[in-house]
């Protein structure tokens, strides 16, 4: 049975700002597959960041902390399944170099 590795669980993926001003777990949430989800509509619909002063009161709604529970529990929307599955060391999504004065200063593989 296939588990989900939530990237956005453990720091490696970056949560993100839709142009329709909803905060979403990561990038790849933002596809109409994910969107249309029920569950996913239901984290949409307290992630307008225009109703919270800060991002942590978003995260701290009944509706993440139960979108971490699931994700715990292999349970997720599209998005997290074509991206965050468990997969072998060499099957990357990408792999990200980051470089200073010219130097590789380290590399994030997701």
Same mark, same amino acid.
Request: aromatic share 10%; with cysteine; glycine share 4%.
């Given at each position: 049975?296939?588990?989900? &590795?939530?990237? $956005? @669980? ?5 949560? %993100?700002?839709?142009?329709?001003? +909803? @905060? !979403?777990?990561?990038? =790849?949430? #933002? ?12 984290? @949409? ?6 109703? =919270? &002063?800060? !991002?942590?009161? !978003? =995260? @701290?709604?009944?509706? /993440? !902390?139960?979108?971490?529970? #699931? ?6 929307? /599209? %998005? $997290? ?8 060391? #060499? &099957?990357?999504?990408?792999? +990200? ?7 590789? &200063? ?5």
């Amino acid at each position: 049975m296939k588990k989900l &590795d939530p990237k $956005c @669980l453990k720091g490696e993926m970056q949560a %993100a700002l839709t142009n329709r001003g +909803e @905060l !979403i777990p990561c990038c =790849y949430c #933002d596809t109409q597959r994910t969107l249309e989800n029920p569950k996913f509509q239901q984290l @949409l619909k307290v992630s307008k960041i225009k109703n =919270y &002063d800060t !991002i942590e009161e !978003i =995260y @701290l709604t009944k509706e /993440w !902390i139960e979108f971490k529970k #699931d994700l715990e529990n292999d349970k997720g929307p /599209w %998005a $997290c399944w074509v991206i965050c599955v468990k997969r072998d060391d #060499d &099957d990357l999504v990408r792999k +990200e170099t980051f470089t200073y004065k010219g130097k590789i &200063d380290r590399e994030n593989k997701v």
